[in-house]
């Protein structure tokens, strides 16, 4: 799985991972800070949420059609510099119930969407240059896996890193989160005759107070300075990507051109010309596989929405059994790393390696006993952002797994092709919201208390149609899109992204007004289309796409020759 990449991967990957940390510090608790700070229902902070995710997706259609004109890698540092900027500016507290707060908030989230358009895209085509070497070429899929394997390490612990800040800041005070206050807290300063109901959520959380207006002032106030810490936490991780990729920069130096200066070098890294007609099959095959994936992000990024706004209302904040120590974030890193030694085990071929494997597995072994004897069973007091920890985990835990699974195939020639892959994730995550079907058929309305194992046991088969789509899809764009246009058609992918991220707002408009289990059937309905439309077109795609970049230059390599040939 390591062998024979680049050094240059893992230093992208790496400056990826401290930016996605920051990131989904922020998208964990953004759906809640819209809620808590500025008082606003299911329906409005959706569509903001919706929004800002679309425009953080449509930006890098914007940065790769700069970086092509100009260069990739000094698109990726102005990017990080822009990002940093804008969650400094989320990062100061400013009044909570205002507008001129709001106003201000959507400049700084104008600034993460351009900066992320100026970095996100780039990066991956920059990881995607070290593969049109012949001697890592083989390795491509691989790699992006273990790439976004790398994104989704910085994700795990975005979530704890977001509640630590919010426990910080409300501890100071001598306050406790519970799900319910920030809701009854706005109610009760809107005019809201819910006193009752908010001294009754207070007294069942060890708080009270005389004068609810202050406490339910205080209660915002603090619980949104609770989530500009977090913000500020997202400040320092650019900081360390910006030190990785700077530092390491000699791995991945020979990839680097400048569009305006580059002259020959820069017509030679675009690499040679394909006819009109590849580069019109390539393009067509692309944009029919954008297609689907919108509906794929669509149902996907219900994560930071119905399915937070779910954990926040209709899961018991309660677990216990070995449920409980999945919301340690260092317990899942043990599993996560007694899956690697597991697979190291098998495939060391020294004594010496599989004896360090042995040694790992025994102490992660230790210390999930440590975890699981020394949390209170049950475990009290979990917040809705917790759950998304479980998708970056499922995810790094995975991989190996998936790997092996497609190297294996792979070897015997049946791997299935990208857009096959494409169109089992969308079947993967028909089954993951049937489970949540399942799991919604008891409740009335949008507040009950179901057992923590529903969302959990979604995340990991989201997790499988994750794997089977998203990093294949973005390891497909870098092979299949023509030579000029591959920052155009990486950005293309973000752009489909973006369209589906808006289509979250849809759910959560219904949230609410439809019973749950209706709401996730709709979104199983959607997903079984979107597979029979890929699965309806595969031929045309496969067809289209099985000429590899590789292939059509050593093609086009070959035809040169000959006219070479024939002209002397």
Request: with cysteine.
């Amino acid at each position: 799985m390591f062998k024979n990449q680049p050094k240059g991967l893992y230093v992208l990957a790496l400056a990826n991972t401290g930016e996605r940390f920051g990131y989904y510090t922020m998208l964990a608790i953004f759906l809640l800070f819209l809620q808590a700070k500025f008082g606003l229902d299911s329906t409005v902070s959706g569509q903001i949420y919706a929004g800002f995710l679309a425009l953080v997706y449509f930006m890098p259609l914007v940065g790769g059609w700069v970086a092509d004109k100009w260069s990739f890698s000094k698109c990726v540092v102005t990017g990080l510099f822009v990002m940093f900027l804008g969650y400094l500016i989320m990062a100061i507290p400013t009044d909570i119930r205002s507008m001129s707060s709001l106003v201000i908030l959507c400049a700084a989230l104008l600034l993460i969407s351009c900066g992320t358009g100026l970095f996100k895209g780039n990066l991956q085509v920059m990881v995607g240059d070290l593969y049109n070497e012949p001697r890592y070429s083989g390795q491509r899929d691989a790699a992006f896996s273990l790439f976004y394997m790398a994104i989704n390490i910085g994700s795990m612990f975005a979530p704890m890193t977001a509640t630590a800040m919010c426990n910080l800041a409300l501890g100071s005070k001598g306050l406790t989160y519970a799900s319910s206050l920030p809701a009854l807290c706005n109610g009760y300063l809107d005019g809201q005759e819910n006193g009752a109901e908010l001294i009754a959520a207070m007294s069942d959380n060890g708080m009270s107070a005389t004068d609810l207006t202050a406490f339910a002032t205080d209660y915002i106030t603090t619980l949104s300075t609770g989530y500009s810490y977090a913000f500020g936490v997202a400040c320092i991780s650019l900081v360390v990507s910006f030190l990785i990729y700077f530092l390491g920069r000699r791995t991945y130096a020979h990839i680097l051109v400048d569009k305006k200066k580059g002259g020959a070098a820069a017509a030679a890294s675009a690499g040679p010309e394909l006819t009109p007609a590849q580069t019109k099959q390539r393009v067509i095959a692309l944009l029919l596989v954008f297609a689907v994936v919108i509906f794929f992000w669509m149902v996907f990024h219900q994560n930071g929405a119905t399915l937070t706004e779910f954990a926040k209302s209709c899961t018991s904040p309660e677990a216990g059994g070995w449920t409980r120590i999945g919301f340690n974030v260092w317990a899942l890193t043990s599993i996560a790393i007694g899956v690697y030694a597991l697979f190291n085990l098998f495939q060391s071929k020294s004594n010496t390696g599989r004896g360090i494997s042995v040694g790992i597995l025994v102490l992660v072994g230790i210390a999930l006993w440590y975890f699981y004897s020394s949390t209170p069973d049950p475990v009290s007091g979990i917040q809705p952002q917790q759950y998304q920890q479980f998708n970056p985990f499922y995810v790094v835990a995975l991989t190996p797994v998936s790997l092996a699974i497609f190297g294996a195939l792979a070897n015997r020639r049946k791997e299935p092709s990208a857009p096959r892959k494409i169109g089992y994730g969308m079947l993967m995550a028909a089954v993951a919201y049937g489970v949540m079907v399942i799991g919604s058929l008891s409740i009335v309305g949008t507040s009950a208390s179901v057992s923590p194992n529903w969302l959990i046991s979604t995340y990991l088969l989201l997790t499988f149609a994750e794997l089977l789509l998203s990093p294949m899809g973005i390891s497909f764009v870098s092979k299949v899109a023509p030579p000029k246009l591959k920052g155009s058609m990486m950005g293309g992918w973000f752009a489909a992204t973006a369209v589906g991220n808006y289509l979250v707002s849809i759910p959560m408009m219904l949230w609410g007004k439809i019973p749950t289990a209706v709401l996730w059937g709709i979104l199983v309905a959607i997903c079984l289309l979107s597979a029979l439309f890929i699965f309806s077109i595969m031929k045309k795609l496969e067809a289209a796409t099985s000429d590899t970049p590789a292939d059509a230059d050593a093609e086009i390599a070959a035809e040169a020759r000959t006219a070479s040939e024939a002209e002397a």
